[in-house]
């Protein structure tokens, strides 16, 4: 198999995962979220994350600053680079919840 890269645009950066709720399993540490750069990989390209809490979201099925350890950067690609990985802290209070 063969994969062609598109390196003449810088391309467009969005989440691996298509959907707009984050899930992650109560068991694991970290919660790690897989960003793409799609249609293009060529020169640098940044983009700036945050953690935030969706006040839209039912109580119930809300993560709040107990849950997870509030992050916020940078996402740098280099020229080619097509992946890159956002890491969120789980906390252990939300362990036990889920435990």
């Known amino acids: 198999m ?3 890269i598109d390196d003449d645009k810088p391309g467009f950066l969005s989440f691996a995962e298509k959907r707009n709720n984050i899930k992650h399993i109560a068991t694991e540490e970290v919660c790690k979220i897989v960003v793409d750069r799609t249609n293009g990989s060529d020169g640098r390209i940044t ?10 979201m039912p109580e119930h099925r809300r993560a709040t600053e107990e849950h997870f350890e509030h992050i916020k950067g940078e996402l740098v690609f280099e020229h080619n680079e097509c992946q890159k990985e956002i890491v969120v802290k789980i906390l252990q209070l939300a362990k036990k919840e889920g435990e």
Not at 47 to 56: F, P, V
């Open 2 to 4: 063969v994969t062609i």
């Open 47 to 56: 983009c700036e994350y945050e953690t935030i809490i969706l006040k839209e």
